[in-house]
């Protein structure tokens, strides 16, 4: 069993701490405060999730994934360099400005990736990418898609990269499914994917999707 920090508490941090939790994970939940709202489905009813605020979700967790708004997540992770120190951070994020819509807009690195800005601020943190390509329901229930989806790996640890493979069977994802693009600086490539979804959304409505290899 790994314990496993999330930080964020919205609908994709929820839906992962739920299915890691059920998985024999024990899972922090991280809220920014104790009235911050956690979205469906947990509602502290799963035995395995329990909660605190962030700064402390960092420190006593093995395995910290990100699920915070990508925008602000820079700043909000820099601030956690201590208690991150020697963790793997599995950032599932991707930073967007918002169209008017709202539905992503622009990349904010251009050129880049949060995943490396991530990596760069927090230099004794093995940041690995991953889960970014999907809509957040696809992430726990990769099977339910009619075709078999990808879902992408990014990072400069291998062993991270290894933990976090393991950590995604957990959720559902067959080995097949798995690629390996390598170091971090590939994250810029899965992270600029995301602005193909909000087109596929505006057509097709809130549906779950993958942005997937076809081999």
Same mark, same amino acid.
């Given at each position: 069993?790994? +314990?496993?920090? #999330? ?19 024990? *899972? *922090?939940?991280?809220?920014? +405060?104790?009235?911050?709202? @956690?979205?469906?489905? *947990? ?5 395995? #999730? +329990? ?5 402390? &979700?960092?420190?006593?967790? /093995? ?7 990508? /925008? ?5 992770? &820099? ?20 169209? /008017? ?31 970014? &390509? ?9 099977? +339910?898609?009619? &075709?078999?989806? @990808? ?5 400069? /640890? ?25 170091? #971090? ?25 993958? *942005?997937?290899?076809?081999?």
């Amino acid at each position: 069993m790994t +314990s496993i920090g #999330i930080l964020g508490a919205g609908r994709v941090g929820a839906n992962l701490a739920d299915k890691l939790a059920s998985s024999g994970h024990h *899972v *922090v939940l991280g809220r920014r +405060s104790p009235k911050e709202r @956690t979205e469906a489905p *947990v509602h502290g009813n799963n035995p395995g #999730i +329990s909660f605190a605020d962030q700064r402390t &979700t960092a420190r006593t967790s /093995d395995i910290v994934i990100n699920a915070t708004p990508g /925008d602000s997540s820079l700043d909000r992770l &820099t601030g956690l360099r201590a208690e991150l120190a020697g963790k793997i951070l599995v950032d599932v994020s991707n930073a967007t400005t918002d169209a /008017d819509d709202g539905l992503p807009g622009a990349l904010c690195y251009p050129g880049s990736s949060l995943a490396e800005q991530l990596q760069a601020a927090l230099p004794d943190t093995r940041v690995v990418k991953t889960l970014n &390509t999907m809509l957040f329901m696809v992430m726990t229930a990769p099977a +339910s898609l009619a &075709t078999p989806p @990808t879902v992408y790996l990014s990072g400069d /640890d291998e062993h991270a990269k290894k933990a976090v493979t393991g950590m995604l069977g957990d959720l559902g994802w067959q080995p097949s499914w798995i690629e390996d693009l390598g170091d #971090i600086t590939t994250a810029r490539a899965t992270e600029a994917m995301i602005l193909v979804v909000p087109h596929v959304l505006r057509r097709r409505g809130f549906q779950p999707f993958a *942005v997937s290899l076809a081999r």
